[in-house]
């Protein structure tokens, strides 16, 4: 189906990123040699942030992955419930969902000019907030917060627009409010955000509306014709964004002034969505169940896949999968899955590689395990909070390797310099509320 919008300036730049595709600072140490700050010409490990929840001696940490150390830590003002990283890479955004507000940290690793460059990691001095941040969304060099609101307190939903330059002037890009509170998403493309809509505050999203940026601003340019009752998830590739719904996926493409938008039918509920924009097609997680469904927006098809290689759990069940993300270069799907094994499928075709056992215990509440991918080099992270520890996976030699700690972490990210347009964030939004 078709919808014709009056899209200007803002139109141009989407078009070609859819074609293109003050805390107080601690010392407490992890495995490893001392800290090391040094430019670099090359490619460098990055590092990686996670969280202590601990009330209000709640902390975040960052572990340098060439000395094996931890180079800092800082005071939080509320526990984080999620960390994600920035669309470059410099940043960790740290969302305390429960408080209302979203603090930010400076990595330290970024490109200056020809080279890279290691600075002291460092909080920035400003937060956001808003009530019930919640889903983040990074594609191409622009990421979108998007805040739930409250229908019992009239607080309407809203989404921030951010990108690393603009976190480095110190701020966001420009937000919108929508008109009710619900519990949505909001993709950023470029110039462009589609973003849920619900028909009353308190509702389930039902549909995708189009916002252009203007200035610090957005201006609703009207609805999607397509409808995605139960809209939950997305995710964007080179050229196309896909939503999850109740009756299969919402798919939506660029063509000059209009988006093009369809249905593809599935016959249970999507609510979780991977994408690349290497990868033509889209990954797909059904809820309840956790089946997963390869979407490709061209054909209009859903195949569904073995992502399980036809492992179960103790009671005999399917498992289900606790987090998932490509790799950097989209070369591999990643699900780290309810046995705490790391499942690794080639994108190409969806063959089963292989897998990895990670978590030797997944606990029924306390801090979820989160996933994490460099975009430096072919490994990805998950967190522990049982162990707990930080583990580290070579996804190649499909190894581990294991950085103890002496808390549960919560939230995982990575920072650092990666190819240019690697990955979306792969970071899970430790989201209950399906």
């Known amino acids: 189906m078709k919808r014709s919008f009056s899209l200007t300036g803002a139109l141009l730049a989407a078009s070609v990123l859819l074609a293109a595709c003050n805390n107080d600072t601690g010392s407490t140490p992890l495995p490893g040699g001392e800290d090391d700050h040094h430019d670099h010409g090359a490619e460098i490990a990055g590092r990686l942030v996670f969280t202590h929840a601990d009330g209000a001696n709640s902390r975040v940490y960052v572990h340098d992955l060439e000395s094996r150390s931890t180079l800092a830590d800082f005071a939080?003002?509320?526990p984080a419930t999620a960390v994600h990283s920035s669309p470059e890479h410099r940043y960790a955004v740290i969302v305390q969902r429960d408080n209302d507000?979203?603090?930010?940290?400076?990595?330290?690793v970024y490109r200056h000019d020809d080279h890279v460059d290691e600075d002291d990691p460092a909080m920035l001095p400003f937060t956001l907030s808003g009530v019930r941040p919640t889903h983040y969304r990074s594609h191409g060099e622009q990421a979108a917060l998007f805040f739930d609101g409250d229908s019992?307190?009239?607080?309407?939903?809203?989404?921030h627009v951010l990108s690393d330059e603009s976190l480095e002037s110190g701020g966001t890009l420009a937000h919108q409010t929508l008109d009710t509170a619900h519990h949505g998403i909001a993709e950023p493309l470029g110039g462009l955000v589609l973003a849920s809509h619900a028909t009353a505050s308190g509702d389930a999203p039902d549909g995708v509306s189009v916002f252009e940026l203007h200035g610090d601003h957005f201006h609703n340019e009207g609805e999607l014709a397509t409808a995605c009752p139960g809209l939950h998830g997305g995710a964007s590739n080179?050229?196309?964004?896909?939503?999850?719904?109740?009756?299969?996926?919402?798919?939506?493409?660029?063509?000059?002034?209009?988006?093009?938008?369809?249905?593809?039918?599935v016959a249970e509920r999507l609510a979780t969505v991977v994408g690349h924009p290497d990868v033509a097609r889209f990954a797909a997680f059904s809820y309840p169940g956790g089946n997963l469904y390869a979407l490709d927006p061209e054909a209009s098809t859903a195949t569904q896949v073995d992502g399980r290689d036809g492992?179960?759990?103790?009671?005999g069940d399917p498992v289900s999968p606790l987090a998932q993300g490509f790799d950097a270069?989209?070369?591999h799907l990643l699900i780290l899955d309810s046995n705490g094994d790391l499942q690794v499928l080639e994108s190409s075709d969806w063959s089963h590689r292989g897998s990895v056992a990670v978590l030797d215990?997944?606990?029924?509440?306390?801090?979820?395990?989160?996933?994490?991918?460099?975009?430096?080099?072919d490994q990805a992270f998950v967190s522990d909070?049982?162990?707990?520890?930080?583990?580290?996976?070579?996804?190649?030699?499909?190894?581990l390797d294991t950085v103890p700690l002496a808390f549960p972490p919560t939230g995982l990210a990575w920072t650092g310099v990666g190819e240019a347009h690697d990955h979306d964030d792969t970071g899970e939004d430790h989201d209950h509320d399906h």
């Open 329 to 331: 270069h989209g070369e």
């Open 76 to 78: 939080l003002v509320h």
């Open 101 to 108: 507000q979203v603090e930010f940290l400076d990595g330290g």
């Open 311 to 315: 492992a179960v759990d103790g009671a």
């Open 361 to 377: 215990n997944v606990p029924a509440s306390g801090p979820r395990p989160a996933l994490a991918v460099s975009g430096a080099g």
């Open 238 to 265: 080179g050229t196309h964004s896909v939503f999850g719904c109740n009756d299969g996926a919402l798919v939506a493409e660029l063509h000059g002034d209009h988006f093009d938008d369809a249905k593809i039918a």
């Open 385 to 399: 909070p049982a162990a707990p520890a930080i583990h580290i996976i070579d996804l190649e030699a499909l190894s």
């Open 152 to 159: 019992a307190s009239a607080a309407l939903s809203q989404f």
